[in-house]
């Protein structure tokens, strides 16, 4: 018997050992950087149509297919997804224009429902169905903005996961769209007028190349009136001289004010605009004119404006800004900076409504509106709240609570007497009582202090052979904080952990915590990201042949660099739509935009920072690399398909050791939000199959 396992074992091996990744031509192409060459052989690969790039896809995808196609419990595992995944489930509940609305799915839709009612426990009626509007689901809602007088619905769609925005309108009462149709927005709101007659948006100039690549700047803040073409929207606001300014429009409850949250990039700052609207001629005025923190509005009271901030308070706060007197001295701190991060606010009620990250979980509270508090909000456990959209005047507020082990229950909340009541919540598929979250706490390269989330069964033994995923993101003042997923619902079912490192960069200890990960302190991040494996291991929570680590998109380009500086310490990876060629990032669609976390290239004192892990630079040929899958979308115009190519072509030239290097592509699809059902379980699906090959599972059967 053992003959025969060692023969199987080397069989397997040379299998492997035999694998003939499709060919990719290296062309003569090169670049100086601050007198640095840099060789760029798979520059042909950035432009995704080209028949060449084609054929590289398509062949890249039948030999994942093929790999993939041979793991015996990859149906099972798809089988089990869709099992768990088909249950009712609810998100998005708001009041607006006197009525109540909220997205439903039935379980294996592939879009979620809009549904409205005029009464919290009134009848439900469908108001928009994304599943009608194309026959595989790629179609998805975006925003949904309801009038002031609550007749009618201006809402977003995106298509294959593009960033584009079609933006229409809909009759609230009778469901049907009016003849409206906007064009080329991307990351945009809208505003309605006070009439309702019309709304604010921001727009693009219309690409003059691939919509998918162009790169995408000088935005423009329009006027759309209900009925008129697109082309007759009036030019509210543009600036020509800083074409990386971007606009969030906002109209004040009482109709006087436009507001304007101005942006830079992907810097989570801005500054603050405003124009009276009730006063013929006015003009565009400087209210904030600072990118010194951010400037969140939440209403006004007249010429008393209420933002959340991190100005001057990089955990941020609660303050207002009388307009009569506008100077930063005058400026009231209503509630101050406390030690934990803020991350969210609503005024409602003559209260605010307040979200705190205490080490990257959710604590709720309450203050009047002139800063004295009232209580704490009781949250069921160790998870997630975000209070939706509420206006002055009303007497209730909505939040959604969700947690690693369980699904969004939307609460409604009586700001006056702080009870909650379940508005809607959706149905529990497992025990979860079965599993555990804990927190714990270890020390990075430098002896920063670091948290990380644990999830998996009760009763886990510490033996080393634990199956792991390790998450990360560390980037863009984003908090990772606890939150539901069926795909690790048929990990841990299997005996995997689940953890989750909150690495320097992200948001969860405010500003300080950020800039520790940006820029020239980039590295931290890898750091961190390192040490939380090392800590497993050495914790024997799992060891180097059963830890996978995993990120999307900044994620992926973490999971790039760590792999390359580490490749003896990871079982498998799992780089997803990464940014990979930190060269030529912000060359393509809103790449330019994350300068402010990454630095440029094109800048001689961040240039070396960059080049000193760029995941496409950093790989070394003659090294044995763990299996990696590395996925992307032929419609990611986030951060386009180019950097998983390149990579992808590298990664499988360089490869000195047996274990497969893949690429899935898939088609029709984006960056990832808006996906439909089929398409994540399907991926999913693929994705721990190829773990289970990979780190050699033996899960149990289901």
Known sequence: MRLSLIALTGVLLAAELKMSYPPAKRVEQADVYH????????????????????????????????????????????????????????????????????????????????????????????????????????????????????????????????DWLEWRVRSIDTGQDLPDLLLWSKFSTVAWSADDKGFYYQRFAQPKTNELTAVVDNAKLYYHRLGAPQSSDELVY???????????????????????????????????????????????TELVGMFDGAYIFLGNQDKRFYFRSTGSAPRGRIIAIDLAKPERKEWAAIVPEQKETLQEAQVAGGMIALSYLKDAYSTGKIY????????????????????????????????????????????????KTGSSTVARQSKLIFDPSAYETKQVFYNSKDGTRIPMFLVHKKGLSLNGTNPTILYGYGGFNISITPSFSVSMLQWMEQGGIYAVANLRGGGEYGEAWHEAGVKQNKQNVFDDFIAAAEWLIANKYTSTPKLAISGRSNGGLLVGATLNQRPDLFGAALPAVGVMDMLRFHKFTIGWAWTVDYGSPDNVEEFPALRSYSPLHNIKPGVKYPPTLITTADHDDRVVSGHSFKYAAALQQAQAGPAPILIRVDVKAGHGAGKPTAKLIEELADTYAFLEKALDLKPAVK
Request: proline share 5%; charged share 25%; glycine share 8%.
């Open 35 to 162: 007198g640095v060459r840099i060789e760029d052989p798979y520059r042909w690969l950035e432009d995704p149509d080209s028949p060449e790039s084609q054929a590289w896809v398509t062949a890249q995808n039948a030999l994942t297919e093929k790999y993939l196609a041979q793991v015996p419990g990859r149906e099972r595992i798809r089988r089990r997804l869709t099992e768990l995944w088909n249950f009712e489930r609810y998100s998005g509940f708001f009041k607006a224009g006197g009525r109540y609305f909220f997205l439903r799915n039935d379980g294996l839709q592939n879009q979620s429902v809009l549904y409205t009612l005029t009464s919290i426990n009134g009848p439900e009626r469908a108001l928009l169905d994304p599943n009608a509007l194309s026959k595989d689901g790629t179609v998805a809602l975006g925003t949904l903005h309801v009038s002031n007088n609550g007749k009618l619905l201006a809402y977003s769609i995106s298509r294959s996961g593009s």
């Open 238 to 284: 543009e600036r020509p001289d800083q074409k990386d300014w971007q606009f969030e429009a906002i109209t004040s409850e009482d109709g006087r004010y436009l507001i304007l949250l101005v942006s830079k990039g992907a810097e989570d700052k801005n500054m603050v605009f405003y124009r009276d609207l009730k006063t013929p001629g006015s003009k565009v």
């Open 368 to 415: 009047k509106l002139n800063g004295a508090f009232v209580r704490d909000v009781a949250l069921p456990g160790i998870g997630t709240i975000a209070w939706s959209q509420a206006h002055f005047a009303d007497t209730e507020l909505f939040y959604s609570y969700t947690s690693f082990t369980a699904p969004t229950t939307m609460y409604r909340y009586n700001p």
